[in-house]
């Protein structure tokens, strides 16, 4: 079974410009998350999906960010314009509730990461 | 709200030396508790967990118990190796439902030969 997937791996791109980070979940994951660790910081929740609705996105910083799925496959994350503190590995996330009591009940499975530098 | 604290390194420790790396943490109720592990130029990986109070999660040589009392999750290992060097992050994730992930700052080990 793949694993979940993030597009690209890295990223550099001046102040000002326009970034789209993607991520493919594990086949029948419901449940998709971001996430972001800033240099030195914690890794910090951004947003979660279930299917294509936006379940919570209370971790999004500013409106400078807008995340999509659309048809509850796989998602997409914005940076419009990037400014220097957007700088950081912005991780994916999916899971499914799965059996209750299983092992791998409701965890979830984190992609590489895409690493963004904005210069 | 939740909060999740854990030594934040470097940590250097020579090869076959013993590991500890503290983590507690503050959440309502009884959340799960997880270590994850970022190998260098890797994602995160799931390293152990535990699910409820007094439960012991294990994998590769590392070890980590629930403790309610003093609401702390430290991760050990006996003997470590450089393939151990990494950074690892503490979390935790309330019970029920779609729940965030709430992850420390990580601690970054490096182990010398």
């Known amino acids: 079974e793949a694993g979940v997937t993030q597009f690209p791996s890295h990223s550099v791109i001046e102040k000002g410009q326009t970034v789209t980070l993607r991520c493919d979940p594990i086949?029948?994951?419901?449940?998709l998350y971001w996430y972001r660790r800033v240099m030195g910081k914690e890794i910090k929740f951004l947003l979660h999906f279930v299917k294509e609705s936006k379940q919570d996105e209370s971790g999004m910083p500013n409106n400078r960010f807008l995340a999509e799925r659309t048809g509850g496959t796989y998602s997409t994350l914005k940076v419009q314009p990037a400014e220097l503190e957007d700088s950081g590995v912005y991780f994916c996330?999916?899971?499914?509730?799965?059996?209750?009591?299983?092992?791998?009940?409701?965890?979830?499975?984190f992609g590489p990461g895409t690493r963004l530098t904005v210069l | 709200g939740d909060s999740v604290t854990q030594m934040e390194g470097p940590v250097t420790l020579s090869e076959e030396a013993f590991l500890t790396i503290n983590c507690t943490y503050t959440?309502?109720?009884?959340?799960?508790l997880f270590w994850y592990v970022q190998y260098p130029g890797e994602g995160l990986q799931l390293l152990l967990k535990?699910?409820?109070?007094?439960d012991k999660g294990s994998n590769k040589g590392f070890e980590a118990t629930y403790r309610k009392e003093t609401t702390s999750f430290h991760l050990e290992k006996g003997s470590v190796q450089v393939s151990d060097s990494a950074v690892y992050f503490c979390a935790l994730k309330p019970m029920g439902g779609y729940q965030k992930v709430t992850f420390g700052i990580g601690t970054k080990l490096q182990v010398i030969p």
């Open positions: 959440a309502t109720g009884y959340p799960s």
């Open positions: 996330a999916s899971s499914h509730l799965g059996l209750a009591g299983g092992p791998t009940y409701n965890e979830q499975f």
């Open positions: 535990a699910t409820k109070a007094d």
């Open positions: 086949s029948g994951h419901d449940n």
